[in-house]
């Protein structure tokens, strides 16, 4: 007998140690560049109170705050140790690729606020950063990704209940201060219900990884 387990699903989390530092100048540009910008129109239906600027903001960020320049190196080194083990095996050998950080946005979630389950087309990976600890139980607020397989069983018996155990329907991340998660832009995932007093901030990206051409 050769048994198989087909298709993984690659994901990261891991905490800046450096967050701390940073965070105090991140929190202030952000808010500053909140009072000033436009929300975003895309997806409003699937979101209840959170502010979302245009999918550019890094664009200026990273130019205007040095702390965001900072934060984004250490995330671009991550992915690249994340990534390069995982992509390696397909590609030729000596390919050079780069991150191109093709969308970024920021969430400022208020009490009661959410975003409904969705993925992200035209890119192949994304990321969130976490600013703050949040209480989950108490307040909610965790980020669910849910299992691909379940999202295409049309029919379920004693065989596949497999499927739906242990941590297979989905995967919950809870927030952190400077925790950094990044995974598949296809696979589909929520912002449960938040009900905490203290704004629920994050940062967050989609990516595209591309070929450098000499």
């Known amino acids: 007998m050769t048994r198989h387990k087909l298709w993984p699903t690659y994901f990261l989390e891991e905490i800046n140690s450096t967050h701390e530092e940073l965070a105090p100048e991140l929190r202030r540009y952000l808010y500053r560049f909140d009072k000033k910008t436009k ?80 993925m992200h087309s035209n890119t192949s990976w994304g990321w969130i ?14 980020n669910r990704f849910y299992n691909p397989i379940s999202q295409h069983v049309t029919y379920v018996d004693v065989g596949l209940r497999y499927v739906e155990t242990l941590d297979w329907s989905f995967f919950e991340v809870i927030p952190k201060a400077g925790k950094l998660v990044v995974y598949p832009g296809w696979l589909l995932h929520d912002a449960q219900p938040y009900f905490g007093k203290k704004d629920r901030l994050i940062l967050s990206g989609n990516m595209r990884i591309l070929e450098v051409n000499e």
């Open 129 to 142: 950063y976490y600013f703050d600890d949040v209480d989950v139980p108490s307040h909610g607020g965790s």
């Open 39 to 118: 929300q975003s129109t895309l997806g409003r239906a699937l979101k209840r109170n959170i502010s979302e600027p245009p999918f550019d903001f890094l664009d200026t960020a990273r130019d205007e705050c040095e702390a965001f320049g900072k934060l984004i190196s250490w995330i671009d080194r991550r992915i690249r140790s994340f990534l390069t083990p995982i992509i390696g095996p397909a590609v030729n050998p000596g390919l050079r690729w780069s991150i191109d950080h093709c969308e970024s946005w920021y969430h400022i979630t208020k009490e009661g606020g959410f975003h409904g389950p969705h």
